[in-house]
């Protein structure tokens, strides 16, 4: 059902690792400072934005943080605002050096990012993902620590709420029916294997479990040029090596798939040794994309899922 897009997704990463600008398009070029006292800052160029567009989100994220009173929810807004402005542009380079190395250069910790991030990338793509779940039956919902744990508690095994951060729920008739969990990760680091008990307690109840990231990971100086490869293999692609985090999805099947809204993270081949794929998307491709796609498919193969 998803080669065209699969086709697209492919040719967009492709394009994102090409380091040539096209005549006529939109660049802005942002200062990446180093964490360390004398070192030169890097310059790194982010497509499909202008200068004066990332003056403005950064603005207005500025006076969201002010006004709101959940500051998550406010990081949610900003950055859905400029998606929303820069359709093509690369969803993670906005929010790697649009939101986050701004709020850093406000004096933001890596830590306070870290804590607040996680709650306002799940909010952001509940929002954007709803316009366009719903009129198909489906949703993602973030569900209150109790109901998250009441429901866990039915798979039998002893999995803590924080590690499924969204539900997926189907629709029949006039009940919700969960039938599956999604983990939100900003970047692909070690922690995600935290959530690899609750990941295989979903599957092993034929329940989904699924990874949405935006796979953002760059090197300030003085140790690189602060371009936003991820952890997933853009940076090395041309080199044979282990890649043990495309290993969690592509060899072990940790997870029923990986949607990656990098444009240089590498899609995984039609066939992997699980079975599982990782989907190279952006936030605005032609609907319905690949992970809408997806859940459509899965939801119609469980048409009994658990009730919440």
Known sequence: MDRPLLSLATQRWKLALHDATADGQRVATLECRSVKRGVASKWVDVKEITDEQVQEAR??????????????????????????????????????????????????????????????????????????????DLRMRILPKAAATAFLLTLGTPVGASKVDVF???????????????????????????????????????????????????????????????????????????????DYIEKTGQFDALFSFNLRTPPSASNTPSGKRIHTMGLHDPQPDQLVQFLVARWAAHPKARAP
């Not at 359709?87 to 306070?112: C, F, K, M, Q």
């Not at 008739?173 to 999604?182: L, R």
């Not at 680091?189 to 796979?215: C, F, K, N, W, Y």
Request: hydrophobic share 40%; glycine share 6%; proline share 4%.
């Open 59 to 136: 603005a207005r994220l500025d006076q969201l943080i002010q006004t709101m009173p959940q500051v998550s929810d406010a990081v949610a807004m900003g950055f859905r605002w400029v998606a929303n402005e820069c359709p093509d542009a690369n969803p993670s380079d906005l929010w790697h050096h649009v939101i986050y190395r701004h709020l850093l250069a406000e004096g933001w910790s890596d830590a306070t990012w870290k804590r607040v991030s996680g709650y306002a990338l799940e909010r952001a793509l509940v929002a954007l993902y709803n316009d366009r779940l719903l009129a198909r």
């Open 168 to 246: 997926v729920e189907g629709r029949i008739d006039e009940e919700w029916m969960i039938f599956g969990g999604v983990h939100v990760k900003s970047s692909i680091a070690e922690r995600i294997q935290d959530d690899v008990p609750a990941s295989l307690a979903l599957m092993s109840h034929g329940l989904l479990s699924i990874v949405l990231t935006m796979d953002a990971k760059s090197y300030p100086p003085p140790h690189g040029e602060c371009v936003n490869y991820g952890e997933l293999g853009a940076r090395s692609i041309d080199t044979d090596k282990a890649r043990i985090k495309r």
